[in-house]
C-alpha cells in the first residue's frame, strides 16, 4: 500500500511545470509513453524520493538535482477490517527541499526571487488537494512547516492524510481445475 500511495504521489506531482513566464502550472494526465516522457522531462519537480534524513550529511551524500520531494511515512496504526484487510488514515510528510535563492529581507528587493519556494509550495497542494485511488480516497492537507533554520537549502515540510485500505493479507481464493471422474453403469 505504501508503495503504490508513493507512485501515486509522486507520478501527481510530476505534472507540475514551470510555464514560460516562472508560473507553476499543472499539466493533463499523460496518455501516452511519448506524453509520459515529456511530462517527466519537463517537470518543475528534479528528484523524488524516500526521505532518509537526506540533509543531514548533504556533503557526504550523492548530490541530487533540485527542487527535491521526498516522502516521509509518518508511523500507521492500523484498524483491522475482515479477511485480511487493514485500513488506516496515513500521514505523509513531504520534505520540499529548494535552494535558497536570496535574502529576504525587504530592503534587499529580493523578495520574489527569495520567496519563489512558497509558489512551489502552494502548486504542490493545488495539485494533491483531493487526490483519491482505488485503495486511497481524499488526500488532504493536515500541516505545514516553514524552514527557519535554514543556508543554502531550504526544507519545507507538508503533511498530508488520507484514508488507506491495504489488501496485502487478503487471500485470493484458490481454485483447482479437475477432470471429473465419470462412471457408467457399462463395463
Excluded at 507553476?24 to 515529456?38: C, F, L
Excluded at 511530462?39 to 518543475?44: D, I, R, T
Excluded at 532518509?52 to 527542487?67: K, T, V
Aim: glycine share 2%; aromatic share 10%.
Amino acid at each position: 500500500m505504501r508503495k503504490q500511495l508513493y507512485l501515486a504521489i509522486i507520478s501527481q506531482l510530476r505534472l507540475i511545470q514551470l510555464n514560460e513566464s516562472g508560473k507553476y502550472i499543472t499539466v493533463k494526465e499523460p496518455v501516452t509513453d511519448a506524453e509520459k516522457a515529456s511530462v517527466k522531462a519537463k517537470s518543475a519537480i528534479k528528484h523524488f524520493d524516500i526521505w532518509n534524513n537526506n540533509l543531514e550529511w548533504i556533503e557526504q551524500e550523492p548530490a541530487f538535482d533540485m527542487p527535491a520531494v521526498f516522502l516521509q511515512f509518518q508511523p500507521i496504526i492500523w484498524e483491522q477490517r475482515s479477511k485480511g484487510a487493514r485500513a488506516a488514515d496515513v500521514s505523509v510528510t513531504l520534505h520540499v527541499v529548494t535552494p535558497n535563492r536570496a535574502p529576504s529581507a525587504h530592503e534587499k528587493n529580493y523578495e520574489t526571487k527569495a520567496f519563489a519556494f512558497f509558489d512551489l509550495l502552494d502548486a504542490i497542494n493545488a495539485n494533491l488537494y483531493n487526490l483519491k485511488g482505488t485503495f486511497f480516497r481524499n488526500l488532504v492537507s493536515t500541516g505545514s512547516s516553514t524552514d527557519h533554520d535554514h543556508a543554502d537549502l531550504i526544507d519545507s515540510l507538508e503533511t498530508y492524510t488520507v484514508q488507506c485500505t491495504d489488501n496485502s493479507a487478503v487471500a485470493t481464493p484458490i481454485t483447482a481445475t479437475a477432470t471429473p471422474q465419470v462412471t457408467t453403469g457399462f463395463q
